[in-house]
């Protein structure tokens, strides 16, 4: 059963960014079809969409250590043997591809980045909701 362990742990991190995907979709589009004012969508989502995109940064930043510290994995070692010594032989390859996919820019620079894509989200959101709103209009006789 440990061996299952960190693999339980990623599926639970998918499940996790998943929800937060699907929240940072639908909270601007609640927001405009609640109809309110371009201000007040915006005032609302960019916040929430922060906070969201900060956590999901930060989440995707540390589940892999979380496994990797679960498969037994020492990170004080001095060499690719000391750092697998206590690792399953069977879960040593996903545990090599795991401490390298740990290196690179860290979690708030890819915050920072995604919110500088995200921040016009709401805008465009509540903007298609108004064109979709003013072009079906009931017919008149």
């Not at 929240?23 to 109809?35: E, F, M, Q, R, T």
């Not at 999901?56 to 043997?81: H, R, S, V, W």
Request: charged share 10%.
């Amino acid at each position: 059963m440990e061996s299952f362990v960190p693999f339980i742990i990623a599926a639970l991190g998918d499940i996790i960014q998943f929800v937060l995907t699907l929240l940072a979709i639908s909270v601007p589009a609640v927001c405009a079809l609640k109809g309110y004012s371009f201000f007040k969508t915006n005032l609302i989502s960019i916040p929430v969409l922060f906070a969201i995109i900060f956590l999901g940064a930060y989440l995707a930043d540390i589940y892999p250590l979380i496994q990797l510290n679960f498969m037994g994995f020492d990170f004080q070692g001095m060499n690719e043997t000391e750092r697998m010594l206590n690792v399953n032989p069977a879960h040593r390859d996903a545990a090599a591809v795991l401490y390298s996919s740990i290196f690179g820019i860290g979690w708030p620079l890819k915050a920072i980045l995604a919110m500088v894509f995200v921040t016009p989200y709401p805008s465009a959101v509540w903007i298609a909701w108004l064109l979709a709103k003013s072009s079906i209009r009931p017919i008149e006789r």
